[in-house]
């Protein structure tokens, strides 16, 4: 039967200490209301009274109806020389209406003595008093053992005599931290071990710190000492490098390590809630992470993409939908006619590897690489280069010329574009006006096109990406433009090349409408 481990989430809190991570009131609440959907356990909101955010959060938070998780408030424990029930810390924390308070404590003498200023069995007393205090209050008390690594490797004793008292104080968890994130796992995994000896593996979790690089490494190895609580945040958001990324520890746990929890039976919905993490966040999604990234399971080489389709496990160590993610298959000049024939039919297309036309298409596509083109990011511009070769592109329209002047005049810039296009045998000549060359000529194309095809209404352009990928040493390179378009529906990519920027840009333009109108 797998162990039950309770999982923590803090993005809400350490989280949001990481450079460039900032959510509203509103972002918050909702991020509390997927996680529960999720089946976290415990969801840390921040700090209580530390800014009008938090303050507003908690207030906010009081009227959620969560199904299962828990919202814990965050602090420390009470002052040197104060009563528990007299400091207002404490009382700020119980003010929150929160039923979970974890509270982190010192367990590192360097930090008491230099710290805290304080004696160390005062810091004991510190620990126990704010636990006993809060836990008759009627909240369940969380122990963060701050700094325990650097601690237990000081003074082995010590750091495990503060963890007995957060235990006498009521603590119904002692969660080890490695605050600087500087742990190796073997010294880790022994660390922990000491601790479950000591006090029952009910009793103790885990919260790591990526500065090693090892923050899932770390609590996979705490886990495996006995560890039944792990803390981490969603897509390893946090201070510095971050924290033990939960979207990796997550399925390592479920689908590796034998281990459950109550949000392993929605464990395919990983993917979506990494995805909404990081539009809430507005950061754009890291393609190579493990198991939710776009690349996870993306396959380039040709014997790869071959051996995945016949038996998947060969190159794909678990089934992608397990974590709502799916196999991709890469073209590009290392590609055979079996990967471009998966691509096709990924994309719709029933394209059969010993198809006379697929000999011109390998030739043509190797040739189109050599020359800068780059098709993992653009699906759209392979699907029309395959329809090309098979016979099945449509001509929508023929370009007869386009034209793009750029002007300043002071402090104002503006460009003009002048296209001429062929459309239903009638020579349309259409100019626009925009604060940029590529807004002028989408413009342009649009105003050409939308009377005979409507549709076009619904593009935008998503993103833009420029790459230099010749220099001569000179002004002139050889220039690699990527689009990315969307009509509400569906998202879709194209690309140009061209030793003229514009001229690249053009092409991608182009081929975004053809796409969309491809499409129907």
Request: glycine share 10%; with cysteine; aromatic share 8%.
């Amino acid at each position: 039967m797998a162990t039950a481990v309770k999982i923590y989430d803090t993005t809400l809190r350490d989280g949001t200490q990481g450079e460039g991570i900032s959510f509203s009131v509103t972002d918050k609440l909702l991020i509390a209301q997927k996680l529960d959907a999720f089946g976290v356990d415990y969801i840390e909101g921040g700090f209580p009274g530390s800014n009008p955010r938090d303050i507003t959060f908690f207030q906010e938070a009081k009227n959620l109806k969560l199904k299962h998780a828990r919202l814990a408030a965050f602090g420390s424990t009470r002052r040197a020389g104060a009563k528990a029930d007299e400091d207002a810390q404490l009382r700020t924390l119980l003010d929150s209406g929160m039923p979970v308070m974890t509270i982190v404590g010192k367990t590192w003498t360097l930090h008491v003595t230099e710290i805290l200023r304080t004696t160390l069995e005062e810091n004991l007393a510190m620990i126990e008093d704010s636990a006993r205090y809060l836990v008759a209050q009627g909240r369940e008390v969380i122990y963060d053992a701050e700094h325990y690594f650097d601690g237990y490797k000081s003074d082995p004793d010590y750091a495990l005599r503060t963890l007995a008292a957060a235990l006498r104080g009521g603590a119904s968890n002692l969660t080890l931290c490695d605050t600087n994130g500087g742990t190796l796992v073997d010294e880790f995994k022994d660390i922990v071990a000491r601790a479950v000896q000591e006090f029952g593996a009910d009793q103790v979790g885990v919260h790591c710190h990526n500065d090693g690089g090892l923050g899932v490494a770390l609590t996979l190895a705490g886990v495996g000492a006995g560890a039944t609580l792990v803390q981490g945040t969603m897509n390893g958001y946090g201070e510095r490098v971050g924290n033990a990324n939960m979207a990796t520890v997550l399925p390592n746990l479920f689908l590796k390590m034998d281990r459950t929890s109550r949000c392993a039976a929605n464990l395919a919905q990983l993917r979506d809630l990494s995805l909404f993490f990081d539009e809430l966040a507005n950061l754009r999604p890291d393609p190579k992470a493990p198991f939710v990234g776009q690349s996870a399971f993306a396959h380039k080489g040709g014997l790869h993409a071959n051996a995945a389709q016949k038996v998947a496990r060969s190159y794909e160590h678990i089934d992608p939908a397990l974590v709502g993610n799916r196999t991709r298959v890469l073209v590009s000049d290392m590609a055979g006619r079996s990967s471009l024939a998966l691509k096709a039919k990924e994309l719709g297309l029933e394209l059969d590897e010993k198809r006379p036309e697929m000999k011109g298409l390998i030739e043509e596509l190797k040739e189109r690489e050599f020359r800068g083109y780059e098709y993992e990011a653009a699906d759209a511009s392979f699907r029309l280069l395959v329809e090309k070769h098979l016979g099945q592109r449509r001509a929508f329209f023929e370009v007869e010329s386009y034209r793009v002047m750029v002007e300043r005049h002071g402090a104002d810039l503006w460009s003009e574009a002048t296209v001429k296009l062929r459309v239903a045998g009638e020579l349309v000549h259409t100019v626009a006006e925009d604060a940029g060359p590529v807004g002028a000529l989408d413009k342009a194309l649009r105003l050409a096109l939308e009377k005979t095809y409507p549709q076009i209404r619904s593009v935008t352009l998503r993103d833009f990406k420029v790459r230099i990928l010749e220099n001569t040493g000179n002004t002139s390179a050889r220039t690699r433009v990527l689009i990315e378009s969307g009509d509400g529906a569906r998202i879709w990519g194209t690309v140009g090349v061209s030793d003229n920027i514009i001229d690249a840009s053009w092409e991608a333009l182009r081929e975004s409408v053809e796409f969309k109108l491809s499409q129907g």
